[in-house]
């Protein structure tokens, strides 16, 4: 078949280019999964604790809607509770992000042209990324699966959950090959496949919090949305729960149905082009774009209004169920204890609500390096060197981008703990009251998300070109350290680094003024640092 | 006093040695040509000028100031045109050419029409989906419709059909008329023969020739074939002759142009029946400026027998 000449050398330059990305992908998740497992099964070492956990987890519709259905009380459940929708979520971006990188992004820069013009054939581009994608999915899962094992999980609920796992990577791989026709961006392909990913989560949630509880009340059948979610699927197929192994060909029955979607769609548009025609657009521009805060607007005003969407849908959502997690604690004292212990303060709804504020930080700190890094985007595109011959100083250039940024994240943390205080006012009776606190305690995450814009501010400055890697690390270490510090029992030097760690915990306790004063002073250090090594720096370099 | 002045110019991108000791002096009111091969530090010496890069040693002077220091205020007395356009993809090239205007202090917004005019370029369509000679003319829109004392122009013309090449002269001659200086490196030598009045020509990061298209025509030979009823002798005994060979019959020589006059005189004595004489283009000039000293560079034995001869 000619359609697919040169498969397999393109596969070969797919695996030359991530080479290191793959590997990281391929050990990093059964190292995850090990270290979660051993520290999981150390803290519910008995039948007792596990059954403990097991009730709450599923009378708690909060728990129900964040850690998936539990499905007994097996140590292995109480793993894939504790652990699968934190994996499935990397699994489910790492593949549509491949997915992207090897397929649109190449026909965005030109690379796709190249390669076209050679004895390569017209599906083969997508082909060899899906391959290797879906082989690094398999290979992740296969390793998980003795990573469990070698935790001391039973056999048969490793595989199930290794697969519940590479399931959701081999899904979302399907999901891409389709979003990668759509969009005309890499950019835009895996917003879109992102959304999708937040759908699904949405979907999933939902149906597991509309599921009904068996019982002995340690399992929890999910309702019918959780069935339409790929996220969903993984926890269908209850490994160390009765293991339902014919769940696992869903997700193989998505992937086939995006390839055979994908091929469709690449053989009825031209190389390059998406599937919406370009319209005419403004032949001059408006007064308020013509600076760079009019620029840094118009760039960013797409992905804000994005964000906004889905923290507001987020917000409300997050309030709505605190109120329902108050009643679920005056019914089971046993879970209140429980939660007590874990959330630290004094009331459980405000403990609740400063978690999910927390959260939004976390995500937002998503943003702040999304946006910030499109400077680095714009210098090795070469617009940044055509920028920078105007009249404009490379400090007013980047000191825009850093306030836009910055005004975007108060924005987003202000719609977060409106919404959130909302959603719990319009169920107790004071809207805008909650709203009003909510939204104040939101805004004291803002020095911790401003050290992050000095993170990558200062690491544009000082390692242009390891920028873009280093900034998201820098962020995913703070996550991991953030979601997974606690359960890995991580000493508090290693905690402190995230300046997550230093945010008072508001609303559960008060407001302290020092560390958010460190912090900021911090975050100007490094922002001072970023912008003095820009100014001293070849551009582009 | 110069627009530019460069002295001993030198750059390194870590062990690479991309300007070594470079000179360049452009005067006010001049189209100065900058020519070199591929990778011969053009890009670098223009990113020098404007600020974005910075010098290891040597002197860069732009209108007067130091283009690292200054280069803000110097950026509103020039307008730069990079060889390779890219644009924000999400703007159209109306919304660019107005940004760009805009930043570097105001354009002319009759002059904007009449250039979007004269370049064919459709404003509305975004920068996405322009080519390569559409996103170039963006750039040469945005540069000519603001009034500076200063264009850079860095290769403005690739991707260009000739139709447009020719608006671009057109353009060139205008600003040069209206005072204007402007430094313009390229590869297409016709369009330096035609705009330039001085041209420098570096080579490896530092400047082997430079002076006008008329001194350098000096400093090269014309080439003559001629075909003659009788063999020719005494061609060697002539000055300013060069190169002189025989090739299926015909004589094949170089002649410095000075020096023209004595060779035909020798010639007329032995019959001429043919003759053509190729005077030196700037290519060839440039040809012959690369081709032999590549040729030295690459086989030793030969460089070193070159500088034994001159001992």
């Known amino acids: ?541 | 006093m110069p627009v530019i002045s460069i002295d001993n110019l030198v750059k390194t991108f870590g062990g690479i040695r991309a300007l070594d000791g470079l000179d360049l002096r452009v005067e006010a009111g001049e189209v100065h040509g900058f020519l070199g091969p591929n990778g011969s530090g053009k890009s670098t010496t223009i990113r020098i000028l404007l600020g974005l890069l910075r010098h290891d040693s040597g002197e860069a002077r732009v209108l007067g100031a130091d283009p690292w220091r200054d280069a803000v205020r110097l950026h509103r007395r020039l307008a730069y045109v990079p060889g390779d356009v890219s644009l924000w993809p999400n703007l159209s090239g109306g919304e660019a050419i107005d940004l760009f205007g805009e930043l570097r202090g105001g354009l002319d917004r009759r002059r904007r029409d009449e250039l979007l005019q004269r370049f064919d370029l459709d404003p509305t369509r975004g920068c996405r989906t322009y080519s390569k000679g559409n996103r170039q003319k963006v750039a040469i829109v945005a540069a000519f419709s603001s009034n500076v004392e200063l264009y850079v122009l860095d290769e403005p013309t690739s991707g260009l059909d000739p139709l447009m090449e020719a608006v671009f002269q057109d353009e060139v001659r205008r600003i040069k008329q209206a005072g204007a200086t402007v430094l313009l490196s390229s590869h297409v030598l016709a369009e330096v023969e035609a705009l330039c009045d001085r041209v420098s020509i570096i080579r490896e990061g530092r400047t082997v020739e430079s002076g006008s298209l008329a001194e350098l025509r000096h400093l090269t030979r014309t080439a003559v074939i001629v075909e003659t009823a009788r063999p020719v002798t005494g061609l060697d005994a002539l000055p300013g002759v060069h190169d002189v060979r025989e090739v299926d019959g015909r004589t094949h020589l170089e002649v410095e142009p000075a020096h023209l006059d004595e060779l035909l005189g020798q010639l007329i004595r032995f019959g001429v029946r043919a003759l053509t004489s190729t005077p030196p283009t700037l290519e060839q000039l440039f040809l012959r400026h690369y081709g032999d000293e590549r040729v030295a560079a690459d086989d030793p034995e030969s460089a070193e027998a070159q500088r034994a001869g001159t001992r």
């Not at chain 1, 699904?200 to 009904?212: E, H, K, P």
């Not at chain 1, 020095?447 to 820098?474: E, H, I, K, N, Q």
């Open chain 1, 1 to 541: 078949m000619t359609a697919l000449t040169g498969t397999r050398r393109l596969a070969r330059l797919v695996l030359r280019r991530d080479r290191i990305r793959l590997v990281i992908w391929v050990l990093g998740t059964p190292l995850l999964g090990y270290a979660l497992a051993g520290s999981v099964a150390g803290i519910y070492p008995d039948e007792a604790a596990r059954q403990g956990y097991a009730t709450t987890s599923a009378s708690s519709l909060v728990a129900r809607a964040f850690n998936g259905p539990i499905a007994g009380t097996d140590v292995g459940a109480v793993v894939v509770a504790e652990t699968y929708v934190t994996l499935a979520l990397i699994v489910a971006l790492l593949s549509t992000f491949a997915v992207t990188r090897h397929t649109r992004q190449n026909e965005e820069t030109g690379r796709a042209e190249l390669l076209g013009a050679s004895v390569v054939g017209r599906y083969a581009p997508l082909t060899a990324a899906l391959l290797v994608v879906v082989a690094a999915n398999l290979a992740a899962a296969a390793l998980l699966a003795v990573a469990l094992t070698g935790a001391g999980l039973p056999l048969a609920g490793s595989v199930a959950a290794a697969g519940a796992v590479g399931g959701v990577g081999v899904a979302f791989t399907g999901v891409a090959a389709v979003t990668a026709q759509v969009s005309v961006t890499s950019r835009g392909a895996n917003a879109l496949a992102a959304a999708v990913v937040g759908l699904s989560f949405v979907l999933r949630a939902a149906g597991d919090v509309l599921g009904d509880t068996s019982a002995d009340g340690t399992r929890v059948e999910s309702g019918w949305p959780s069935w339409l979610s790929p996220l969903g699927w993984g926890n269908q197929v209850r490994a160390f729960g009765g293991e339902r192994w014919w769940v696992l060909a869903l997700p193989v029955a998505l992937l086939l149905a995006g390839v055979a979607l994908a091929y469709a769609l690449a053989e009825r548009r031209d190389q390059g082009a998406g599937l919406v025609a370009p319209r005419p657009k403004p032949a001059t521009g408006a007064a308020w774009l013509l600076s760079p805060a009019g620029l840094a607007w118009r760039m960013q005003r797409g992905t804000l209004l994005g964000w906004a969407v889905g923290i507001a849908v987020l917000g409300v959502s997050m309030g709505v169920a605190a109120d329902e997690f108050n009643a679920m604690i005056e019914q089971n004292p046993a879970a209140a204890e429980a939660i007590n212990a874990m959330g630290g303060g004094a009331d459980l709804v405000d403990a609740y609500l400063a978690a999910m504020l927390g959260l939004f930080a976390l995500t937002i700190g998503a943003y702040v390096v999304q946006a910030l890094l499109r400077i680095r985007g714009d210098e090795a595109d070469g617009v940044l060197e055509a920028a920078l011959a105007t009249a404009v100083s490379r400090t007013r250039w980047l000191g825009t981008q850093v306030l836009a940024a910055a005004l975007g994240t108060l924005a987003l943390l202000l719609l977060a703990g409106l919404t959130t205080g909302l959603g719990y006012g319009l169920v107790t009776g004071d809207p805008l009251g909650e709203a009003i606190a909510l939204g104040g305690a939101a805004l004291l995450r803002l020095p911790a998300l401003l050290v992050v814009a000095g993170v990558v501010t200062a690491l544009f400055g000082l390692l242009p070109r390891r920028s873009v890697v280093l900034s998201w690390t820098a962020l995913l270490v703070f996550l991991l350290l953030g979601q997974l510090g606690a359960v890995l029992e991580l000493p508090q030097a290693a905690l402190n680094v995230s300046p997550y760690t230093h945010v008072p915990s508001v609303p559960a306790v008060d407001p302290a003024v020092l560390p958010l004063v460190l912090l900021a002073g911090v975050a100007a250090a490094l922002l001072t640092v970023g912008v003095t090594a820009f100014r001293h720096r070849d551009v582009p370099s």
